[in-house]
């Protein structure tokens, strides 16, 4: 169990430190620690239409795997049923004095 809970502390830990690794895929500044159930979200080419892309990235250690429910995230995103949700909220028209 000890040496359980110690590989999922370490997994914990070393996500806050992934961006910055060689092999992360994208660049520290383009990414946005999420946490759970997905780590980090991203985006490249925000100035393109045409090539703007959202990247969803998990980070694992060792020998860990996907959670069930992070594999049907993964499953989802795959098959294209990612949608945009735009919520608007009226802006207080008080005005102090």
Same mark, same amino acid.
């Given at each position: 169990?000890?040496?359980?809970?110690?590989?999922? =502390?370490?997994?914990?830990?070393?996500?806050? #430190?992934?961006? #910055?690794? &060689?092999?992360?895929? $994208? /660049?520290?500044? &383009?990414?946005?620690?999420?946490?759970?159930?997905? &780590?980090?979200?991203?985006?490249?080419?925000t100035d393109s239409k045409e090539d703007c892309t959202v990247h #969803?990235?998990?980070?694992?250690?060792?020998?860990?795997? $996907? $959670?069930?429910? =992070?594999?049907?995230?993964?499953?989802?995103?795959l098959a294209g049923r990612v949608k945009w949700h735009e919520v /608007?909220?009226?802006?207080?028209?008080?005005?102090?004095?």
């Amino acid at each position: 169990a000890k040496k359980r809970s110690g590989a999922v =502390q370490w997994g914990l830990a070393i996500e806050n #430190f992934a961006p #910055f690794l &060689d092999t992360f895929p $994208l /660049r520290p500044e &383009d990414v946005t620690f999420l946490g759970k159930p997905i &780590d980090y979200v991203g985006y490249t080419s925000t100035d393109s239409k045409e090539d703007c892309t959202v990247h #969803f990235i998990e980070v694992k250690s060792g020998k860990s795997q $996907l $959670l069930k429910h =992070q594999r049907n995230i993964k499953k989802a995103i795959l098959a294209g049923r990612v949608k945009w949700h735009e919520v /608007r909220v009226k802006s207080n028209k008080k005005v102090s004095s």
